[in-house]
Nanobody
Framework: EVALVESGGGAVQPGGSLRLACVASGFRFDLYPINWIRQAPGEEEEWVAGINGDGDRTDYDDSVKGRFTISRDNAKNTVYLELNNLKTADTAMYYC????????????????RGPGTQVTVSS
């Protein structure tokens, strides 16, 4: 069974940092790109970043470029999203999604995803 589980969220002050992790199982992990998306309360889902299966190509939304870093460890079936210089606008539930191609910023409604991890940035 395909499964993804996010962790690492929390509450931080503006300027703070967090490292999110997405652990996957049930499929050949290194064959699939992974996207991170987020959803703020009352807002639409927003694509944040993506990484290809090999981990040597990445893509970022302009709103997080230079502050967030996506990476993966295929030996651990894990994708990471490092969040630095966090802003209140980054407050959202963060999800990882298995994708089919890279790059691809479209949020696929039927794509396997985890339950999410909450990131709250406030002073």
């Amino acid at each position: 069974e395909v499964a993804l589980v996010e962790s690492g969220g929390g509450a931080v002050q503006p300027g703070g940092s967090l490292r999110l992790a997405c652990v996957a199982s049930g499929f050949r992990f290194d064959l699939y790109p992974i996207n991170w998306i987020r959803q703020a309360p009352g807002e639409e889902e927003e694509w944040v970043a993506g990484i290809n299966g090999d981990g040597d190509r990445t893509d970022y939304d302009d709103s997080v470029k230079g502050r967030f870093t996506i990476s993966r460890d295929n030996a651990k079936n894990t994708v990471y999203l490092e969040l630095n210089n966090l802003k209140t606008a980054d407050t959202a539930m963060y999800y990882c999604l298995r994708n089919g191609i890279f790059p691809d910023r479209e949020i696929k409604r039927g794509a396997p995803r985890g339950p999410g991890t909450q990131v709250t940035v406030s002073s």
